[in-house]
């Protein structure tokens, strides 16, 4: 969604509730992707993740999309995500396990990064997965699934990663005066 993400999160939460037939008292703990991906799509859900959270009385477990993306692979698994402007976040993984934090390099540059025998995971598109590895559905059980297995560990709040600034630019009017 390019707009209104946050006016549609907890409506839709709910639906996916109701068609499983639960209830917010039935969760114990909450997965939330923490990037990257949509500057303001990421902090929603994060903001969300932490409020429900808090309110729930739950823990909340933060998972970044390449995390999701090497969900169960073994040996080493490169994966890839789509960065815009002819850049990619890229993270190397051992069964599943980063093997160094994500970055953000040229695409031309992704080769580099490679080992003989490397699987490579790549997710061109958000809405697409052009090589067919894993569906982006998947994302979301991945997520679920590495929930599952963190929450009942200590967990830090979940931030959202980025590895950019934000493209929104600055106000050009010169900013407010509040008189005495």
Known sequence: MHKGQAERLFPMLEEVLAEHGKLWSDLTA??????????????????AARGLS???NIP?????????MAYGTKGRAVCVLDARRERAYIQA???????????????????DQLEDGDVL???ADEALDLTGAQPVEGLVQSVGHITAKRFDEAQPRPAPLYL?????????DPPVVILP
Request: glycine share 10%.
């Open 30 to 47: 909450i997965g939330v992707c923490t990037g990257p991906g949509n500057f303001t799509g990421v902090r929603i859900s994060v903001a």
């Open 54 to 56: 808090l309110s729930l």
């Open 164 to 172: 950019r600034p934000a493209d929104a630019a600055l106000p050009i």
């Open 93 to 111: 993984f051992q069964d599943a396990k980063p093997l160094g934090a994500p970055q953000m390099i040229a695409l031309l540059n992704i080769f």
């Open 60 to 68: 909340a477990v933060g998972v970044t999309k390449l995390e999701a």
């Open 121 to 123: 995971r790549v997710i």
